[in-house]
């Protein structure tokens, strides 16, 4: 068989490039290390100033991984979404998934002020905000899908997921303007998203979740490649739906919520890495696709987060404002390049 | 498994008894058709006919148990269609809808491996077999050299055949067509319903599939089920004319059945009215 490609070649390619972006991202920021002595930090060897170790390996490489990791989950999210919604132009931001996580942490962050004195300090923990935005999304998920079930118009979705994020927004704009300043800041800072904060437990606990995401993703392996049938021929090639439509919403939720509640909303990505791995791997197969999404996802953003701290600069730009400026055209040059634009 | 169905006592491959076929919606009951009833043996070639609205395409649909049945019983191998698991019954029946693919995007080897999904492991990897499979059911439908095009640049009869491509990977004894023909040229109706016929002859399959094509059905099929909402009557072709049960079929105004050669005539009167 001629044709029984095993994409080695790209995959080789792009994994080398994971590699240069990761050492070019922890390389550059506001003190200049040179790249050399960033690699023999992060492989324990010598050193001219030993700060540079500190600075490496608490700050930068957190923030390089943190990038790494939610590319990866926000990419693979827009495919899962993309296949089961049989839409080209879904993603977690644009269904309102990624409101859904606002939304979670805007009640909890502003929330918990309401709820005066110790207390309320002690259920804004970061493990709080983080299961507060994983239950807002697969909410708002479900809300789709519900949606979904009586509609077969997927524009007429699309429209819908947008809604909610209208209401989302007015409920957080009701939020806001009760809120006292100190809350408010906390809120937007995380609405800007950032990389750049995660502990190594953080680092870990995100890490866990989106480990878990992914597996439950590679067991949707097999019904996603059948759902891109449609889901009459999905069921007659004996999926069940009913598992697997649950197992890529609770996979979407747990991906995309996790992401957004650590980094904050972080826009486009979803929707727009998928397109771009399709165009060098040439196939809708989902055994391909999953993994190529999560090198590409985790190489934009690392691109991305290099972009926005300015290099040389002490100025860190927010990552979110970076990824919806470089995502939005794409999806234009997508939809302008109307025949690639099924996916 | 499939040998203890083939020298099962029961030989049907596919039958339906008392058999009613439409919507509910909430409290309502939409009923499109009642009292089907037929019996196929394996190897044969159906057709479903009827005038628009007759429920041709609910019955293939309850038949495929893309919907379920109002009332009444169907039978695949012997046994109840409700009582089989939804992987054992993806080995034995398969479908080519009207439904668009969802994305086409895919290509043709692609989506004539998605046939094996019933047979495949966790994560769909392809053995041996199931190559040799979609290999033999690109060639039975004679795509060899379309095999790594996109389904975005193939025509529509050209689809249509990776449709049943897939359907015959799947290696199912039942295989149902809804309206295989709509959007096809003459010629190209006549080639894709020959293919059929042939697969249902060389590879034993109990083939049925709805057709607006009354004419070219009654040259082609070995049985046909006429939904004429006044009894079903299903039989062969040859049989269902002597009983003159085309001659009901549609409203006597404009056009007529000719029994000689098997084709509908429009009405000396309906020319003059045109002139």
Redesign the interface.
């Known amino acids: ?1 001629q ?1 029984n490609k095993t994409y080695r070649l790209p995959f080789l390619l792009l994994s080398l490039a994971l590699i240069f972006c990761l050492a070019l991202n922890a390389s550059l920021g506001s003190v200049s290390i040179p790249l050399k002595d960033t690699l023999s930090a992060l492989l324990g060897g010598p050193l001219e100033q030993e700060s540079w170790r500190y600075i490496i390996w608490n700050y930068r490489l957190p923030k390089a991984l943190t990038a790494l990791m939610v590319g990866s989950g926000l990419s693979l999210s827009g495919l899962l979404m993309q296949t089961l919604f ?1 839409n080209p132009l879904a993603g977690p931001f644009v269904l309102g998934i990624s409101s859904g996580a606002s939304l979670g942490a805007a009640l909890l962050i502003m929330g918990a002020s309401l709820l005066s004195g110790w207390f309320g300090t002690l259920l804004l923990t970061d493990v709080s905000v983080t299961i507060a935005s994983s239950v807002g999304s697969l909410l708002v998920l479900l809300a789709v899908i519900a949606v979904a079930g009586r509609i077969k118009d997927t524009m007429a979705l699309l429209i819908i997921g947008l809604m909610f994020g209208s209401i989302t927004t007015a409920v957080v704009s009701v939020l806001s303007y009760f809120s006292e300043a100190e809350q408010l800041r906390q809120y937007i800072f995380w609405s800007y998203g950032s990389l750049g904060h995660l502990s190594w437990p953080q680092l870990a606990l995100l890490g866990s979740v989106l480990t878990a995401g992914v597996l439950l993703s ?2 949707a ?2 019904p996603l ?6 889901e ?2 999905a ?6 739906l009913k598992k697997s439509r649950f197992l890529i919403i609770l996979a979407t939720g747990l991906l995309a919520g996790s992401v957004t509640a650590f980094a904050g909303p972080v826009a486009f990505v979803g929707l727009a890495v998928p397109h771009l791995t ?1 165009q060098i791997f040439d ?3 989902h ?1 391909v696709l999953l993994p190529a999404v999560l090198l590409y996802g985790a190489i934009l953003l690392l691109l991305c987060d290099t972009l926005a701290q300015l290099p040389a600069s002490a100025y860190v730009l927010p990552i979110n404002a970076i990824t919806s400026i470089i995502g939005a055209p794409v999806v234009i040059w997508l939809l302008l390049r109307k ?1 690639k634009m ?2 | 498994m499939s040998a203890t169905y083939t020298d099962a006592p029961v030989s049907h491959s596919l039958e339906a008894r008392g058999l009613s076929v439409g919507y509910r919606q909430g409290k309502k009951v939409l009923k499109v058709a009642k009292d089907i009833g037929f019996t196929l043996q394996k190897g044969g070639l159906s057709a479903i006919v009827g005038v628009n609205g007759a429920g041709k395409s609910t019955l293939l649909r309850t038949l ?3 919907q379920p049945p109002l009332s009444g019983q169907i039978f695949i191998q012997g046994n109840a269609l409700g009582s089989i698991r ?6 034995q ?3 080519v ?1 009207t ?9 043709v ?3 004539v491996s ?2 094996r ?2 047979y ?1 492991n ?3 990897n392809l053995a041996p077999e199931d ?1 040799e499979k979609i290999q033999s059911a690109i060639q039975t439908v004679g795509l060899e050299p379309l ?2 095009k996109k389904c ?1 640049e193939l025509s529509d009869g050209q689809l249509q055949k990776v449709m049943i491509a897939r359907a015959i990977a ?1 290696d199912t004894t039942i295989i149902l067509l809804d309206e295989p023909t709509t959007h096809l040229d003459l010629y190209h109706k006549v080639q894709i319903l020959t293919l059929l016929r042939d697969i249902a002859h060389k590879q034993g399959k109990t083939i049925v599939f709805t057709t607006h094509e009354i004419e070219m059905a009654i040259q082609l099929c070995d049985t046909m089920l006429l939904l004429d909402n006044a009894g079903n009557p299903f039989g062969q072709p040859c049989q269902l004319i002597a009983d003159k049960r085309f001659d009901t079929l549609f409203p006597r105004d404009l056009i007529q059945f000719d029994a000689d050669t098997g084709a509908f005539r429009v009405h000396k009167s309906a020319h003059d009215t045109q002139k």
């Open positions: 068989m044709r049989r590679v067991l392996i097999k490649n059948g759902l891109l049938l449609g009459h021929y069921k007659s090639m004996g999926i069940s399709r196939t809708t197969d055994r025949r099924i996916f | 495929g148990r893309v939804d992987r054992d019954l993806a080995s029946l398969s479908l809808l439904d668009p693919i969802a994305t086409r995007n895919l290509s080897l692609e989506l998605l046939g999904q019933p495949t966790w994560i769909g190559r095999q790594f975005y799947q």
